[in-house]
Nanobody, 119 residues
Framework: QVQLVESGGGLVQAGGSLTLSCAAS????????IGWFRQAPGKGREFLAA????????DFADSVKGRFTISRDNAKNTVLLQMRSLKAEEAAVYYC????????????WGHGPQVTVSS
């Protein structure tokens, strides 16, 4: 089991920046990758970014490429999602999720902080 707790959500003005944190516990050392997703009211869940727990290439959705950064702090079992130039339509609940092995999908999910972007 892996437990994920996100923090850092809140209110930001359009064009502003916000950093979300995902802290992993439990079998965090066995994690293959951490991904970030969001879901706005009435919409499906959208993939944003992912990083392997051990390092290596990162992956970003086209909609956030160049504006969002994902980084790891393995000593703290934490993954950060740094977001800048936020748009009003990016208001959503943001989730981090853990994949335990390649090709298996994301098995563990956090509860997600709300990010509100005011225009």
């Amino acid at each position: 089991q892996v437990q994920l707790v996100e923090s850092g959500g809140g209110l930001v003005q359009a064009g502003g920046s916000l950093t979300l944190s995902c802290a992993a516990s439990g079998r965090a050392f066995s994690t293959y990758a951490i991904g970030w997703f969001r879901q706005a009211p009435g919409k499906g869940r959208e993939f944003l970014a992912a990083t392997r727990w051990s390092g290596g290439p990162t992956d970003f959705a086209d909609s956030v490429k160049g504006r969002f950064t994902i980084s790891r702090d393995n000593a703290k079992n934490t993954v950060l999602l740094q977001m800048r130039s936020l748009k009003a339509e990016e208001a959503a609940v943001y989730y981090c999720a853990a994949a335990m092995r390649t090709g298996a999908g994301y098995e563990y999910w956090g509860h997600g902080p709300q990010v509100t972007v005011s225009s």
